[in-house]
């Protein structure tokens, strides 16, 4: 890996975008190695979640490369723009909880991939945008597709619109992100909450983060259907019985 650092620790991972002289921009070989990295977690039974960020103070990840984008056709376009939207579903749809630690700029592609994870904090540096339209592009990693979930369809059209970057205290009130700490705590309350995922089981995690994923996707009916089933295979695990078994003895649970 020339781009990716990865760090696997006793029951989650820390994954950094290793691009600190391009501010992390995401070209096609940091791209693909996110791929890899991604799927070497999801084999790894021992990690629950990942932490994803990126190196230095000063960017997350300032967007996708423009140096190597400013001279794609349209072919190369759209399979440029499919190779993000592969890599960033890859996070989305994983069965580990990912958490992005977001340190300073998330524009563009760095918006859009921590869109992917399942929380975002950020640093009371950090920065988020779209702002591809004053490119003369449209963001093209997912960002049209997940932004109105998570801030609704009318901040999703400001931002995209405007190409405006917005400061950490109003993604927080939007609802991009979770929390807000100090660039020095910020890793540090990241740790803190994958080592509390880490405790807790595998099957559930996985089986609720599908659920909940795919329930912008269906209808209500369908989606309750969904959980139903995911609720009672639930009960075929060792979890369970361990989980209930703990909360009932009144002791922690011991997940395997």
């Known amino acids: 890996m020339e781009n990716i650092l990865l760090n696997k620790k006793d029951g989650y991972a820390i994954v950094t975008i290793n691009r600190p002289k391009a501010l992390n921009a995401l070209n096609s070989a940091t791209l693909l190695e996110i791929q890899e990295v991604v799927k070497d977690i999801e084999k790894d039974e021992n990690i629950k979640a990942v932490i994803l ?24 376009a759209y399979e440029f723009g499919k190779r993000g939207q592969e890599t960033f579903s890859l996070i989305e749809n994983s069965k580990k909880f990912y958490i992005a630690a977001v340190n300073g700029f998330a524009l563009g592609g760095g918006c859009e991939i921590s869109l992917s994870c399942d929380m975002r904090l950020a640093s009371n540096n950090a920065k988020f945008g779209i702002p591809e339209v004053t490119l003369g592009v449209i963001p093209g990693f997912g960002g049209t597709q997940r932004l109105p979930k998570i801030v609704g369809l009318g901040r999703a059209k400001e931002m995209l619109a405007t190409g405006n970057m917005i400061e950490a205290e109003k993604a927080e009130r939007w609802g991009l992100v979770n929390d807000v700490y100090t660039q020095e705590d910020l890793l540090d309350e990241a740790e803190k909450i994958a080592k509390k995922v880490a405790k807790n089981s595998s099957y559930a995690i996985s089986g609720g983060l599908e659920a909940m994923n795919q329930a912008t996707q269906i209808k209500l009916e369908d989606g309750l259907e969904l959980e139903a089933l995911v609720f009672a295979k639930a009960f075929s695990y060792p979890d369970q019985e361990e989980g209930m078994k703990a909360f009932l003895e009144k002791r922690q649970a011991k997940f395997k």
């Open 53 to 76: 960020t990126g190196s230095g103070e000063k960017a997350f990840v300032a967007g996708a490369d423009i140096s190597e984008m400013a001279d794609l056709n349209t072919v190369e």
